[in-house]
């Protein structure tokens, strides 16, 4: 059953949390001191919670709508599917392990779906090996928080998600003539949009990130760390494995032009000069 916790809040039982939760939902005036830096990106955003524990679902949804977001909740994938076809939805956080479709098949199904194709999603699951996070953003996960894990930390990183959606919108207010031009492939970093051989190509906003940072040096070599840093942040805890993926995951979808993206051993990538892709 889909809930909407800003209506459901006294139906929770949480012992004592049931009475805080409450008032915290009347008193949110209160709250917004607490969550400045927050709006200041993103406003009050929209979360979808997809998870069938219903434990951890309230627990989840009661420190998201502490932290000043809306939050919907479904308990399968075939419902949170139905959610974002009904509602406006800013990010989806998902779990993996779920009855019915699991976690990678919805992600991979938002993904292929115009609509949401850009939809931040981040990945929670009980699965904490370095196969499975690489799993999961090779699906199209814009983060990945194993379980257990802090809510403090749940939340940092859903914010961090949320900067990065924000900064990708003020990126659109840029002039549209500020683009990246290459031989059948044009990047225009305002609409993020990405063009090759004329023809749309939908990325992710990790992708778009990486295209973007290496297309705009053309020549120059960036380390794993330094994309690390450019997409995620200063300490991000992700493997260079993860940043392997990513870029194997865009040059599959460039096709032909993917080529334009080398590997320097042992060091990281590079974005090969016109010169250097017309030899």
């Not at 919670?49 to 075939?78: P, R, T, W």
């Not at 998902?94 to 999603?121: F, H, N, Q, V, Y």
């Not at 699965?127 to 990945?144: F, P, R, T």
């Not at 260079?240 to 080529?259: E, N, T, W």
């Amino acid at each position: 059953m889909v809930k909407s916790f800003l209506f459901l809040a006294r139906h929770l039982r949480f012992g004592k949390i049931e009475l805080i939760f409450d008032n915290e939902i009347q008193v949110s005036g209160n709250i917004k001191k607490n969550r400045t830096i927050v709006e200041n990106f993103v406003g009050k955003a929209s979360i979808l919670v997809i998870e069938d524990d219903l434990d951890i679902q309230q627990l989840v949804s009661y420190n998201l709508i502490k932290a000043g977001f809306n939050v919907s909740c479904a308990d399968s994938g075939e419902e949170g599917l139905q959610v974002l076809q009904n509602e406006s939805i800013d990010l989806l956080l998902l779990d993996l392990m779920l009855p019915g479709k699991d976690g990678m098949e919805i992600c991979t199904m938002i993904r292929k779906k115009a609509a949401t194709a850009s939809m931040p999603i981040v990945m929670m699951t009980a699965k904490g090996e370095e196969e499975d996070i690489v799993s999961g953003l090779a699906a199209g996960a814009d983060d990945y928080v194993p379980k257990p894990f802090s809510p403090k930390i749940l939340i940092a990183r859903i914010q961090a998600v949320l900067r990065r959606r924000q900064e990708k919108k003020n990126a659109e207010q840029k002039p549209a003539d500020e683009k990246i031009i290459y031989p059948s492939l044009v990047i225009h970093p305002g609409r993020y949009e990405v063009l090759v051989e004329g023809k749309q190509v939908h990325l992710t906003t990790t992708e778009f990130t990486i295209l973007e940072q290496l297309a705009s040096r053309p020549g120059w070599v960036f380390s794993r760390r330094q994309l690390i840093d450019a997409i995620r942040g200063y300490d991000y805890l992700i493997t260079p494995r993860a940043i392997d993926v990513q870029i194997f995951g865009l040059r599959k979808k460039m096709g032909q032009l993917g080529s334009y993206i080398e590997t320097v051993r042992g060091v990281g990538y590079r974005f090969k000069t016109e010169e250097e892709e017309e030899q």
